[in-house]
DNA sequence: GATGAATGAGCATTCATTCAT
DNA sequence: CATGAATGAATGCTCATTCAT
């Protein structure tokens, strides 16, 4: 009952993720959407007042979903090392899950003007200060942040163009022992 | 001698450069171009014959200019190990010294439809390939490129948002240093 | 007796009265008239074939009602001079009484194709015919009839403006004071 | 040279003032008004930034030219009692000269919010007032407008509903002549 | 009777491109 | 070479109307 209320909404942020991260905001048009949800272009704004909303709708979600996932991660380690593993480890299982959502996230705070403080990248910079205060962290916080969340990124661009053939897992496993050995100060 | 030939042609490259990376290729008009450079949008189809020429034109020059520094890296270098230094010192050199030229590539990359030999990285990739055979690469190029390319682009998002707040060049020198540690195997 | 079976039509009517006189037609959705009722817009559609249906309806039951209350008033009177009296007392009395229907009319004839036949005007202009034949009436019957309908709507304007500031009461004396004065020929 | 420049904006205006007097504002199109000027919608937007922006420039221009004359009229005047004749012409050779300009003013301020100030009628009724208290007119300020235009509007909406079948200046002489009678207290 | 999702036509506006001057 | 008016296709959005529930 409840489950088909929202089914159309669902389905027209599942399309708009899909259009937005692989062809970027403007590019993709609210009648792309309605394509590929299967509706008309009208259908579209009994669920969202514009695509704008729809954007925004989407960025919240993920931010909220990715910062619960970090959060997690802090909470979950014993100690300040593993926390970073840990961090590492639930950032590249979101990446590597959700490469849409990832993907539309980097390229939200690429083109769009974003509050730095909603990014999901500032809760892990603010942990990655305290590990480094104590000397846990091989370089500063800031370059750290960019070589994990860079780094992902670019892993799936090549991927995409086929330029990395391996499957997920293994480059994953690879991507994610490289950066604890790079971050952590033995 | 034929440069003055050209003088608003640069000037409209040098305007699309500057806003293509800013705002994206849709989200930039050819108005936008045209009254950044001082002429009217008719004028920019003297030396066009359409936006995506523009577009294709940039990403050639810079693709072009790119390589030539990172095949001078590889020749010049007297060794393997040297030539990774040089290599990565190139591309940041690169990327912080017309940044916007970096992030016109990475953007055009990521939403337009690109062969992958075109690439720079692809040169990249080649190169590193070699190394790793010879174990002189702590991970594979694939990756270790990922990390490379994707770390410096990152660093430009976070210093454009405020997030990075020191001289480009302690960035540069701290990206470079990690970056060297991490993928040379000792 | 039939007359709770149309409660919600009626309100509809109503909606549709207020909103249109005070936006226009155009300027009035369907939505607009539902969120006023408090039904949604589909339940319109019980009750009307179309917006213009309703819009037919209303103008039917106004002119019908205005024409009524002229026709009371030529009957009433003993003498023309009388009935001329009457005529501008029961226009003023509607137009005070209902002045969203007074409006709505003025506004369906400024705007819509209407037959000339159907107007309540062509009811006054056929008497004040009569009576201008007579040598009753100091000007022409057309423009005693813009006088009267064009001033008495103006005088609306001027309330909802805020031009006019006094109550309803006197205002509408002295606008029927001054119109018997210049109508009528002594 | 001169005069081509602005060729197409002045059609656009005109086209503009006729649809929008004839059928108003949302009813009518900017394609309607395109086809009217025989240009395509875009070219439009080349004279102006929106519909509304065509909507102000004639409510401006009509309010300004307006006000010029009524001006004129009283500046011209020797006498109270003559600037209120004059007062009168100048509005009704306004109206007949331009009714459609005549007619956009009043729908204007029907169906939009617009100052009071902002009202060629105040510039008549701040004048009615000076009458008034001099006990020159017969009823007070605000009524007697509401006579002079409301009774001037309705008189078009007569001839153009065929009402009123008499050459404009037969019309015009009565229209005026009984206002006249009806304002001056003698 | 009423709901609310969906349709489809239409609207204001934008924009890459063309072309006469 | 450059201008700026114009085109025409496309875009985001609105809205009267329909229809399954």
Not at 49 to 53: F, G, L, P
Not at 82 to 90: D, P, R, S
């Given at each position: 009952?409840?489950e ?8 027209i942020l599942e399309?708009?993720?899909k ?5 970027g ?8 959407i309605a394509r590929?949800v299967?509706?008309?272009?009208g ?5 969202f ?5 729809i ?5 919240e979600s993920i931010t909220?979903?990715?910062k619960?996932?970090?959060l997690e991660?802090i909470?979950?380690?014993p100690s300040g090392t ?9 950032l590249l299982?979101?990446a590597f ?5 990832f993907?539309?996230l ?8 974003a509050?730095v ?6 809760l ?10 104590k000397g846990?962290l091989r370089t500063?916080p800031?370059?750290?942040?960019a ?7 670019r892993v799936?661009?090549?991927k ?5 053939k391996d499957?997920?897992?293994?480059v994953?496993?690879?991507l994610?022992s ?6 952590i100060?033995?």
């Open positions: 009952m409840g088909k209320r929202s089914d159309t909404k669902q389905k399309a708009s993720l259009l937005f991260s692989k062809k905001f403007k590019e993709t048009t609210v009648k792309d590929e299967g509706i008309t272009e259908a579209i704004y009994r669920h007042t514009s695509k704008e909303e954007i925004r709708e989407l960025i909220r979903e990715l619960e996932r970090l991660a909470n979950e380690a593993e926390a970073l593993n840990l961090l590492v480890k639930h299982d979101y899950e959700k490469p849409e959502s993907r539309f980097n390229l939200y705070h690429l083109l769009k003007e509050r403080e909603n990014m999901p990248g500032e892990i910079r603010h942990y990655l200060e305290s590990l480094y205060e846990l500063r800031e370059i750290a942040l070589l994990i969340t860079g780094g992902a990124e799936f661009v090549f995409e163009k086929g330029f990395l499957e997920n897992e293994r994953k496993e690879e994610e490289v950066l604890k050995e790079l971050l100060r033995k």
